[in-house]
C-alpha cells in the first residue's frame, strides 16, 4: 500500500474511464510521421552549406518515465538535436526499481556531462521522470539550469490510475522474494518514499527554472498533480503515454527550453563541485 502522504487532500486518482483517453497515442504517433516526413522533405530542398549550424549553449538529459526506458524518449532526442541542442541519455533502461536509485544514476550522469560541456544541464523529464529531475534539481542546482516535466505528477505521486498501481504491486511482490533492482515495499510507503517525495516539495534554488507540461486528457495521472507552484504550466492536449512523441508536445518542450536557456541560466559549471 502506498503512504498516505503520496496522496494530499485535494487530489484523486483517475477513473477506469480515464484510460480510454490514452488510445489517442495512435493519432499522436500518426503526426510524428507526417511530421517527420515534412521535415525529411524540407532538409531534401535545402542545400547542405544553407542548413543552419546553429548549436544550443546547454546540453539536455532525457529521463524516462514508470516502467519506461531511455528509447521511449528517442524521437523527442532526434528532434532536440535537429534544433541544435546535445541531448543525452539516462541510462534507465527500465524505470523499475528505487527512485532513489534512479536518481543518483541521473546525478552521476548530470556530474558527467556538465564536466564534459562546461555548463549546468537542463532535464527534460516524463511522469516518473519529470520526479526524478525535480529532486536532483534541489539537491544539486549547481549541475541543472532547468526542469521541464511533461505529466509528472509530483504534488501526488499516488494519484495515479490503478492499472499502474498494479504494476507497483508486481514489482513489490517480486522485490520481497528476492530479485534485486525493483522498486521495494520502502519505496512507496517507507523512509525512502518520504525522501524523495520531500525533496520533490521543496522550493527550487534562483538561477534554476521549470516548465511543467501537462494534460487535462491524462488518463494516468490527476493533471492537477502535475502543476507545481514554482513552474511555469503548460497545458496540451494529449495523452499521457503520447506526450513522448507528439509532435505538439515536442514543440512546446523546445519552446520551455529555448525559454530556460534564453533567461540568462546558462552559467559555468563549479568543476570543484562535479569533479
Same mark, same amino acid.
Given at each position: 500500500?502506498?503512504?498516505?502522504?503520496?496522496?494530499?487532500?485535494?487530489?484523486?486518482?483517475?477513473?477506469?474511464? !480515464? $484510460?480510454?483517453?490514452?488510445?489517442?497515442?495512435?493519432?499522436?504517433?500518426? #503526426?510524428? @510521421?507526417? &511530421? *517527420? %516526413? /515534412?521535415?525529411?522533405?524540407?532538409?531534401?530542398?535545402?542545400?547542405?552549406?544553407?542548413?543552419?549550424?546553429?548549436?544550443?549553449?546547454?546540453?539536455?538529459?532525457?529521463?524516462?518515465?514508470?516502467?519506461?526506458?531511455?528509447?521511449?524518449?528517442?524521437?523527442?532526442?532526434?528532434?532536440?538535436?535537429?534544433?541544435?541542442?546535445?541531448?543525452?541519455?539516462?541510462?534507465?533502461?527500465?524505470?523499475?526499481?528505487? !527512485? $532513489?536509485?534512479?536518481?543518483?544514476?541521473?546525478?552521476?550522469?548530470?556530474? #558527467?556531462? @556538465?564536466? &564534459? *560541456? %562546461? /555548463?549546468?544541464?537542463?532535464?527534460?523529464?516524463?511522469?516518473?521522470?519529470?520526479?526524478?529531475?525535480?529532486?536532483?534539481?534541489?539537491?544539486?542546482?549547481?549541475?541543472?539550469?532547468?526542469?521541464?516535466?511533461?505529466?509528472?505528477?509530483?504534488?501526488?505521486?499516488?494519484?495515479?490510475?490503478?492499472?499502474?498501481?498494479?504494476?507497483?504491486?508486481?514489482?513489490?511482490?517480486?522485490?520481497?522474494?528476492?530479485?534485486?533492482?525493483?522498486?521495494?515495499?520502502?519505496?512507496?510507503?517507507?523512509?525512502?518514499?518520504?525522501?524523495?517525495?520531500?525533496?520533490?516539495?521543496?522550493?527550487?534554488?534562483?538561477?534554476?527554472?521549470?516548465?511543467?507540461?501537462?494534460?487535462?486528457?491524462?488518463?494516468?495521472?490527476?493533471?492537477?498533480?502535475?502543476?507545481?507552484?514554482?513552474?511555469?504550466?503548460?497545458?496540451?492536449?494529449?495523452?499521457?503515454?503520447?506526450?513522448?512523441?507528439?509532435?505538439?508536445?515536442?514543440?512546446?518542450?523546445?519552446?520551455?527550453?529555448?525559454?530556460?536557456?534564453?533567461?540568462?541560466?546558462?552559467?559555468?559549471?563549479?568543476?570543484?563541485?562535479?569533479?
Amino acid at each position: 500500500m502506498m503512504a498516505p502522504f503520496l496522496m494530499p487532500d485535494g487530489y484523486r486518482r483517475p477513473p477506469l474511464v !480515464a $484510460l480510454l483517453r490514452e488510445s489517442s497515442l495512435a493519432a499522436e504517433a500518426g #503526426r510524428l @510521421a507526417v &511530421r *517527420r %516526413g /515534412s521535415d525529411r522533405r524540407a532538409r531534401r530542398r535545402t542545400p547542405y552549406a544553407a542548413r543552419p549550424a546553429v548549436r544550443a549553449a546547454e546540453p539536455v538529459l532525457l529521463v524516462p518515465g514508470f516502467l519506461a526506458g531511455d528509447w521511449t524518449l528517442h524521437e523527442m532526442s532526434a528532434a532536440l538535436r535537429a534544433k541544435g541542442y546535445r541531448t543525452y541519455r539516462s541510462s534507465i533502461h527500465a524505470n523499475i526499481g528505487c !527512485a $532513489l536509485d534512479a536518481a543518483a544514476l541521473v546525478e552521476s550522469r548530470l556530474e #558527467r556531462i @556538465a564536466d &564534459r *560541456r %562546461g /555548463s549546468r544541464v537542463q532535464i527534460v523529464g516524463h511522469s516518473l521522470g519529470g520526479m526524478i529531475a525535480r529532486g536532483v534539481a534541489v539537491r544539486r542546482p549547481d549541475l541543472v539550469s532547468g526542469i521541464v516535466t511533461m505529466g509528472s505528477p509530483m504534488r501526488a505521486p499516488a494519484a495515479h490510475h490503478a492499472l499502474l498501481s498494479g504494476g507497483v504491486d508486481v514489482l513489490r511482490r517480486l522485490s520481497r522474494v528476492g530479485i534485486p533492482g525493483l522498486m521495494s515495499d520502502d519505496c512507496v510507503g517507507g523512509s525512502c518514499a518520504e525522501l524523495s517525495f520531500g525533496e520533490t516539495q521543496e522550493p527550487l534554488a534562483d538561477g534554476v527554472a521549470m516548465t511543467n507540461i501537462f494534460s487535462r486528457r491524462d488518463g494516468i495521472v490527476d493533471w492537477r498533480a502535475c502543476i507545481d507552484p514554482d513552474g511555469t504550466a503548460v497545458e496540451v492536449r494529449a495523452s499521457h503515454i503520447g506526450m513522448a512523441v507528439d509532435p505538439r508536445v515536442i514543440d512546446q518542450v523546445l519552446a520551455a527550453l529555448h525559454r530556460q536557456s534564453a533567461a540568462g541560466l546558462s552559467v559555468e559549471v563549479d568543476r570543484g563541485e562535479t569533479a
